[in-house]
């Protein structure tokens, strides 16, 4: 037994439970000697059984038997081996029952249960073996719900045996202790299933390993010798299927022989030899002539019923006569000779392969090994030194590749409807890329998605497959790989080290087993110095759950401790690029695992509580930054996780349901907007401070889907009692700028912003104060802020959130329009695409939004008015589909107007009859409206309608304080009144607009204005 198994372990194992039905009566019946004896040969039955199949036997309770497979180390069959043992003891009873039944008129029987899972395993030498977890208790209910003579299996042990068994479904079983019925199988036979009769799904890639194969056959056919190829690859990756598909491009006069080593039994030296030749049968009789008598014997020795070679023989014997019916064969035509599963062979059977390579000659023979890296561990020489000899590593699948086999799978499957009916692209896209490459991961990953759905745990086939391959390690490299899945798929030597803490030689004690593992291909080298990968995610994932918790948690904490103090003194920058790493959200995350682990194996810690907060903490900043970098949906996760481990009660609920409710509404998920506020009150109960602000924040978002109208006075008296509180009167100005915004008071809207942004100071909130500098910033655009300030409030957050392209776009937007208006359109274009690119790659909606909107505004400055009215026609509806009906309506209007400069008063004309029939609009919309109306009017000649029309829009104008909406719209009054030949009220109309436009310092439109005095102005001395 490994020395490993000295210290708990978190394993996967198959447990069995067997036990006699009707001993009471047995005991009635027999007298108690004969009574023991019957026992006796009972539970040394069952135990043969046991031990035969690689189990263990752990206790004996009563007249059961409790028997565990996958311990000392597990093997991809535990489950079919812990079948098996129940089927031989169960055959066991029925002979010993049978014998008794004459002459003491009892019935023996015995029924079975078996589950697999996860469970501790405690091996003390002196105290024996002891396995603990609900895997146990399962297996037990399953045996007590098992009916006479009948094994019955749970899912998971089901499941893993699926392909050599028959079973059947029984109903769901509710099992006392056991919250959820368990499903459960009941054994029907022992028979395989064979999955390989027809390969559903075409073989996908693997030309050039088929080249290689056929070239190594012709050289053989060719040169008349023997050679040996032998393809090498892990477990699923498809060596078999590569065989299978090679034999099928063989000329039919070619012989085969094939045969795979079991992975254990007695005198299984030359169990795939005797295989081999079952498929010589029809032509056994000509060969057979050619045999001499001893070799005959021999063979047929191998092939007859029983576990292996007639007992008499001489192993050498038997491979001489081996050698010489290959001869014989090769003699004949050429013959290709298949090995499979090769890792599991005896000595004496490579012996033989080598033996009879180097022997033959003048025939030809081709042998084609096929085995799992670890053959090179029992034989690091296979092959060397033979000149015909050469290895075929067979690599993983690309992507492509394994997307091919995906859609494949799908396929095959299609007659399914509900397969189908399931097929998003996402599920597969989770199947392409956590197979790692390797088809038989994804075969069965794709069966428990169809089975169970996208989020199913990986199948416990492929965590049985890995963990066998695990077990293998030894202690060093278990240690190692143990503390590198705890730091994650990607590891450096320098943090396994930090995991050795005090311990001087850490070097020296990675360093060898890191080697090995290496050359085991578990791990490979990451793409930057002393960095490595687990070669396999799924691996990574199997290491992690195997290894006991108590030491994950310790070592999570160790990293994040680690990690922090690394970022305190600088020697690492948590952002650090150039490792290839995103090292965000590290601390946090070994924190929260640190936390969840304790919570779940020491609940009563004393440091549990601190340690709680502290994850909470990590995870909110790490959520907020997420934020500040509209990293929408991962700011949502982080915050929401951070919001389920900060206790309740704690005050920082408050900031945080804000700060939900803005990465939600910026993802434009509505119900989470509000369900955050709802939490962080239900979460703070009684906290008036909390229910202010969320009051305040339900009005902000009332406006932002448009659902109602704010009641700021009484919100207002309510805050004069929480003079101190800056974090609801800092959202209360912004709410007070977005209703005076939505009057057009600009320049108040802004002075409210300020008011915030003061605030967003006090409470030291970056995210909050770059956000309203971000908003003052766009109001630039709209306030009577003179464009040249503009453009330097622009630059200075330009060089402020440098290199952060989120926040950076509504700065771009705002620098591009003002630049328009200094008439510098090809700058303003220029800057547009920048930001546009920036919203597009990083999937900002609503900044979209706004690069549309200002890139109509620069195109009508430029005079494209076509190109204009269909970008505002789709600014608007982006604006709708993001659930912004009021700015939509804005941008409707500004459509139409294009469409007017274009001429084109009969499209026009009819979007305002559709837009009228919207109902009320705020301010901006009615006054373009009117204004619009007016225009249409007059070009229709009706100028006194028209007239009225202007001159009513002129007054509601002095309601707004956006100089270039009156600038515009009065230059459309303008020429209302000149239409109608009132050419007085004309010009005063064009120069006042000339006055907004310059107080503005719009000198692109200041400068139209002049020349529209200069061709229709009536000389006022002005
Ligand atoms: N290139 C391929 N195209 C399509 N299917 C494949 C391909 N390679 C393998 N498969 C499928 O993946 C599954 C696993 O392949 P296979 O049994 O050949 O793996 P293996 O390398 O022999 O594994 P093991 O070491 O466990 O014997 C099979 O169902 C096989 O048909
Ligand atoms: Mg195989």
Known sequence: MNARSARPARRNVVVLFVDLVGSTELAERLDPELLRQVLDRYYSACTAGVLEHGGVVEKYIGDAIMAVFGVPVSREDDALRAIRAAHSALAAVHTLGAELAPTHGIHLDAHCGIASGEAMVVDMPGSGLRVIGDTVNTAARLQGAAKSGEILLGDDAARL???????????????????????????????????????????????DELAQLAHAYQRVVRDRQCGLVTLLGEPGIGKSRLVREFLRTLP??????????????????????????????????????????????????????????STELHVEETARSIRSLIEVLGQQSPTVVVLDNLHWAEPTLLELIEDTTAWLADVSVLFICVARPELLDIRPNWGGGMSCAFTVEVPRLGQEQMTCLVAELAASRSADAEVV???????????????????????????????????????????ALLAARLDRLGDAEREVLERAATIGQTFTTE????????????????????????????????????????????????????????????????????????????????????TGQPRHGEIAHHLEAACRITHEIHPGDPDLPSLTVRAARALISDGGQALYRKDLSAAIALLERGRELLPRGDSGHRRLALHICDAAFAHSDRDRTYAALDIAEELLPGDRRCALTCAIQRDILAIRFGTGRPALASLRNVLAEYPDDDLSWCRFHQLDAMVLLAQDQIGAAAIALREALGRSRSLGDRYEEDRLLGGLCELAQWSPMPVREGLELCASLLARFAGDRAILVPVLVTQARLLGLTGDIPGAREVLDTAER???????????????????L?????????????????????????????????????????????????????????????????????????????????????????????????????????????????????????????????????????????????????????????????????
């Open 161 to 207: 045996a699926r392909s050599h068994i028959r079973v059947e479904e029984v109903p769901p079983l509710s099992l006392k202790g056991k919250a959820k019925p368990v499903r459960a199988w009941r054994l029907l036979s022992l028979e395989a299933t064979d999955q390989h009769q027809d390969d559903d799904v075409p073989l996908i890639g693997r030309s």
């Open 252 to 309: 039919e006069h070619a012989t085969v022989l094939a045969g795979q080593c079991p992975s254990y039994g007695a005198g299984a030296t030359f169990r795939p030899i005797a295989e081999a030749l079952q498929s010589l049968r029809g032509s056994w009789t000509g060969v057979a002539a050619q045999l001499d008598a001893m070799s005959l014997r021999a063979l047929q020795g191998l092939t007859a019923p029983g576990d292996g070679p």
């Open 421 to 463: 009916a399931q097929s998003a692209d996402t599920a597969y896209l989770s199947v392409v890329r956590g197979s790692d490459g390797n088809p038989l991961f994804a075969e069965l990953m794709f069966e428990v998605m169809v089975e169970e759905g996208a989020d199913a745990p990986p199948p416990p086939t492929i965590q």
């Open 495 to 578: 943090e396994l080290a930090v995991l050795w803490s005090g311990d001087d030689v850490a070097d020296l004690a990675i360093d060898v087993p890191m080697r090995q593992l290496l050359r085991q291909r578990l791990i490979r080298r990451g793409s930057y110095p002393s960095s490595f990968q687990f070669a396999q995610t799924l691996a990574r994932e199997t290491v992690y759950t195997m290894t006991r918790k108590e030491l994950r948690g310790a070592w999570h904490l160790q990293l994040a401790d680690w990690l922090a103090g690394q970022a305190h003194t600088g020697q690492r920058d948590p952002d650090e690029i150039e």
């Open 838 to 856: 920036y919203a597009t790659d990083l999937h900002l909606g609503l900044a979209s939004i706004a690069v549309t909107q200002v890139r109509g």
């Open 858 to 1022: 620069v195109e009508s400055l430029a005079g494209q008015h076509a190109v204009a009215a269909t970008l505002f026609e789709r600014a608007a509806a982006m604006s709708r589909s993001a659930g912004q009906p009021a700015p939509a309506r804005a941008l409707d209007c500004y459509a139409l107007r294009e469409l007017l400069r274009h001429g084109d008063v009969r499209a026009a004309a009819d979007g305002l009859e559709r837009l009228d029939a919207d109902g009320r609009s705020p301010l901006r919309g009615e006054l373009l409206t009117t204004v619009l109306r007016a225009l249409v009017t007059s070009a229709s000649g009706h100028h006194i309608e028209a007239v009225a029309l202007a001159t009513r829009t002129a007054e509601r104008l002095r309601s707004t304080d956006d100089l270039c909406l009156r600038g515009d719209v009065l230059i459309d009054v303008a020429n209302v009144y000149h239409a109608a030949g009132r050419t007085v009220d004309a010009t005063d109309a064009a120069i006042e607009a000339k006055r907004c436009y310059t107080a503005k310092g719009a000198d692109l439109l200041s400068g139209r204005a002049r020349a529209w005095l200069a061709t229709f102005g009536e000389e006022t001395g002005e």
